[in-house]
């Protein structure tokens, strides 16, 4: 545990919070017991959150826990990554224990490696993986002091601690003050305590305690004034004595009247120590052997902090000085005139040894232009981006462009600011600076230009932002010198054609701009396919393109699968889904992943691979969560749907369909609704409600590509309730697209829903069109409908024989891969047909009950290790900490009656 001295120290008496205490202290003694969790107290400057906290250190070190602690601290939120080194340093002898990446990520946001910009979600599981790790030798209690201070790059996973270590011996407990400027942690804490003023008789009694020798009068004024602020209650009282009298009464705010009282003292005390007071308050980041570097350098030294000391001013945590509160040191630094603070970070940037540090105390020195410091400044916001610390990095390449004389240097440095703030989620901020940016840069400053494109067509495509249009982006091509560039942002303009469904004249724009270059590049081969959804996209063109453009933007890719789909294409879909997640996961961008994988569980499914779609769809649920994608979460939650459905579990599906209509964020996205009718409709199918899915599945045509893929079940919907009329519009569209792509599948789907749509004298051939081209396509799913189609066709025609072959193989696809309602409908025909429906009878139901009873988390593990796969090497690959891998595996042991990983795969019946 950190020691502590003088303002500080944890031993202090807490006058008051007692049920506060109680309930904290009630989650300490869970988390002794296993069941971590996580509590922030909230209130005003002065209402006791530290000695609260200091409280609860104090009993938890007493009982075993050992205490690691961040605190926040003004100015300190332009240090990416400090409040979490701060926090992690002790237990980092414990990180070779982590899986590779996860350790990775720490050595790299920490400076003692070098590598690619962490993912925050890898960098979460990494502070999880090793806090669990250091929580098995003993109980912790995380003190995350002042969060409102700590660096943003930290709190994002500081904040996710509570939620992440529930099964540890682990209390997160924070500290911060109300502000409605920003986004309160609140909702990250399952536990939140607000203190507010204390009760008049235990105000009486801290001030009692704290002040016995107050006259009656001074001390009746004095609980007047401090409404029941606990540090008001000290400080007034101090300046009473002082000053003999009041300072003006309730004029100012609280916060304002404690910083008069405390500069008040300050004033009593000798000149140098005021100074070397200032040089504490401008380098609250600096360790004490680096604040006495800098007083020796300003001919001071630590016989002139003593003063303070002795008054109980200032004191010492650890290696650092810290004042009595926070707000003494605010006083000091805005009471100061500017010379005196330049002064002090002039001395305290020749102390400090970091480059980064250092650079920053030198430009708060600066007070006008300084091309140098901002050079500098730049080097090291480029340090920090690659580090992962984007929202640190946007403001210092801000502080930057404020320090650089020259508008063109400016107008490069807020570019990359801008695109920073993008990467943070900063999207209003990076807006206003691509505002700065197109007041500055000269028109012949095309890297720039281009690069600011890039951020706004980014932010237009992922954020609340429009952008510039898709004709300004021809425009802007059009002033570029080389052919690489025009393409590149010509493939914007065609990605927003895609995406807004321009009219054809936008579209025509696009697509002769395209045609006037390279004929040779892959990159304008996919932007004309961008362009014309009902273009023919082949893999090779698109593999080609992988190889060429290595920082491939989520974006195109999620367009260029879409655009696959639309012109039905399900193999290039996949494949441009299935490159992207393998690109985002070696790269480390958990979310543009999430999204892939969301992607990709659609034609998996779509094509008849079940078991491979559901697994991407539950995983994609899962992270989509932990990253706040909620319009991601709902497209996943109807895929799961859609695919449990399929599988006969009814509840489940019925419950991911909730979830998914439960998102109002989803709520204007098209594609999310017509794939939530989509599952509906499959799920009153397999339900033999053949009205409600007709009803459901007429729901698709919000969205053409979900449509498209949905008509085969509609066909089935309209035949089952006599209303052929209802499919003609798809039969057409349809047709039109199998006509120009080719698409084996769709052709399929076609053939069939015209075999259920004509009378006997044509269905035959149009089955046997169908069966001919599922085994030219191999979409298993369909051909064994299209085959139980066919057979319940047979067996009316008194073709029993030939009924028999068609329901025998559709039955064994239907068992082998557990679509459970379609097993059963083809058993039924298959009795009808005087067969026995024992083609699945090896299959196993025990055991198939036995994996479906497996969550979603414990079956992709559970594959994952059937494959070979380490506990650490599942959680790399998964987003998962390695002892929560663990913890599933050894949940899907049981549930499956086997104790070794060699026994996985035939346990997981041909999931592997």
């Not at 901020?429 to 600011?452: G, I, K, N, S, Y």
């Not at 319009?631 to 599988?647: D, E, L, N, P, T």
Request: with cysteine; hydrophobic share 45%.
């Amino acid at each position: 545990m950190t020691t502590s001295t003088g303002p500080h120290d944890p031993a202090a008496v807490l006058v008051g919070r007692l049920d506060e205490l109680t309930l904290l202290r009630g989650l300490l003694g869970q988390a002794a017991a296993g069941r971590g969790s996580g509590a922030l107290v909230v209130g005003e400057a002065g209402l006791g959150k530290t000695a609260l906290v200091s409280a609860l250190a104090a009993e938890a070190a007493a009982t075993g826990f050992r205490v690691l602690r961040c605190r926040g601290f003004r100015g300190g939120e332009g240090t990416g990554f400090a409040g979490l080194h701060e926090l992690l340093h002790p237990v980092l002898d414990r990180v070779d224990a982590l899986p590779a990446r996860q350790r990775e990520a720490l050595e790299v946001v920490f400076g003692l490696a070098d590598g690619a910009a962490v993912d925050r979600l890898v960098l979460s599981l990494a502070t999880t993986g090793l806090l669990e790790e250091a929580a098995q030798a003993e109980p912790l209690l995380l003190v995350l002091e002042d969060l409102h201070w700590v660096d943003p790059s930290s709190t994002e996973t500081l904040v996710s601690l509570p939620r992440r270590l529930d099964g540890a011996r682990a209390l997160v407990l924070a500290t911060t003050r109300p502000d409605p400027s920003r986004p309160s942690p609140a909702r990250d804490f399952p536990h939140v305590v607000r203190l507010g003023p204390l009760p008049p008789r235990e105000a009486k009694a801290l001030l009692s305690a704290r002040r016995p020798d107050l006259p009656a009068r001074v001390r009746a004024q004095v609980l007047e004034e401090s409404l029941g602020n606990p540090l008001a209650l000290t400080e007034l009282a101090t300046q009473w004595t002082r000053t003999g009298g009041a300072d003006g009464g309730h004029r100012v705010s609280m916060s304002r009247r404690l910083e008069q009282a405390f500069l008040g003292e300050v004033h009593g005390l000798p000149a140098g120590t005021r100074r070397a007071l200032l040089v504490v308050a401008a380098g609250q980041d600096a360790s004490r052997p680096e604040v006495l570097g800098a007083l020796d350098l300003l001919g001071l030294g630590e016989q002139d902090l003593a003063p303070a000391e002795r008054v109980g001013l200032l004191g010492s945590e650890g290696d650092r000085f810290l004042f009595r509160h926070p707000l003494v040191g605010s006083a000091l630094y805005d009471g100061a005139g500017s010379a005196e603070r330049s002064q002090a970070h002039t001395a305290l940037a020749r102390a400090v040894p970091s480059p980064a540090r250092r650079v920053q105390h030198r430009a708060a020195a600066v007070t006008g232009w300084d091309a140098g410091v901002a050079a500098e400044l730049a080097d090291v916001a480029e340090a920090v981006f690659r580090q992962g610390a984007t929202a640190e990095a946007s403001t210092l390449w801000r502080r930057a462009s404020a320090l650089t004389p020259q508008p063109q240097d400016r107008a490069r440095l807020l570019s990359s600011a801008a695109e920073a703030a993008r990467q943070a989620g900063a999207s209003v901020d990076a807006a206003a600076l691509l505002t700065q940016v197109r007041a500055v840069v000269a028109p012949t400053q095309f890297e720039v230009v281009r690069r600011a494109a890039r951020t706004d067509w980014l932010l237009s495509m992922t954020a609340d932002h429009r952008g510039r249009s898709t004709l300004d982006l021809v425009d802007l091509a059009r002033g570029l010198p080389g052919s690489a560039d025009r393409v590149e942002v010509l493939v914007w303009a065609a990605t927003k054609c895609s995406v807004l469904q321009e009219p054809d004249d936008v579209r025509a724009a696009v697509r002769s701009a395209l045609a006037g270059e390279d004929p040779g590049s892959s990159l304008r081969r996919i932007g004309l396919a961008l362009v014309d959804p009902r273009a023919p996209l082949d893999v090779a063109t698109f593999e080609r393109f992988r190889t060429e453009v290595q920082d491939v933007d989520g974006v195109l890719l999620n367009c260029l699968a879409f655009s696959a789909e639309d012109a039905g294409d399900l193999v290039v879909a996949e494949t441009c889904w299935s490159s992207a997640v393998d690109a985002f996961h070696a790269s480390g961008r958990a979310g543009d992943e999430t999204i892939a994988l969301c992607g990709r569980a659609t034609p998996r499914v779509t094509a008849g691979d079940l078991a491979g779609g559901l697994a991407d769809a539950e995983q994609a649920l899962r992270l989509s969560r932990e990253l706040d994608l909620p319009v991601v979460a709902a497209m996943a939650a109807a895929v799961v749907a859609r695919a449990r459905a399929w599988g006969g579990e009814r509840d489940r599906a019925l419950q991911a369909l909730r979830q998914a209509e439960a998102l109002p964020a989803a709520a204007p996205f098209a594609r999310v609704a017509a794939s939530a009718a989509w599952a509906a409709g499959v799920l009153a199918l397999t339900d033999g409600r053949y009205a409600d899915a007709l009803r459901e599945l007429t729901g698709t045509a919000a969205n053409a590509s979900v449509a498209l893929w949905a008509g085969g079940d509609l066909a089935e919907a309209a035949v089952r309730t006599g209303r052929p009329d209802a499919v003609h519009d798809w039969l057409r569209t349809a047709s039109d697209v199998v006509r120009v792509s080719g698409s084996v599948h769709l052709e399929l789907l076609l053939e069939r829903s015209r075999a259920l749509l004509a009378d006997d004298g044509t269905a035959e051939q149009h089955f046997r069109a169908a069966l001919e081209l599922g085994r030219r396509g191999g979409t298993g799913l369909d051909v064994a409908r299209t085959r139980l189609h066919h057979g319940e066709w047979l067996r009316r025609q008194r073709r029993i024989t030939e009924a028999r072959e068609q329901l025998v193989e559709a039955l064994r696809f239907f068992e082998e891969h557990l679509v459970l309602p379609l097993a059963e409908r083809a058993r039924v025909e298959l009795r009808a047909a005087g067969g026995a429906d024992d083609a699945g009878a090896d299959a196993g139901p025990a055991r198939d009950l036995a994996v479906r009873s497996l969550t979603a988390q414990e079956l992709m593990v559970a594959v994952l290790a059937a494959q070979g796969l380490s506990n650490r090497e599942i959680a790399d690959q998964v987003y998962l900490s390695h002892r929560t891998v663990g913890s599933h595996l050894h949940h899907a042991f049981a549930k499956l009656q086997v104790n070794r990983r060699s026994h996985l795969a035939d346990a997981l019946a041909g999931r592997v």
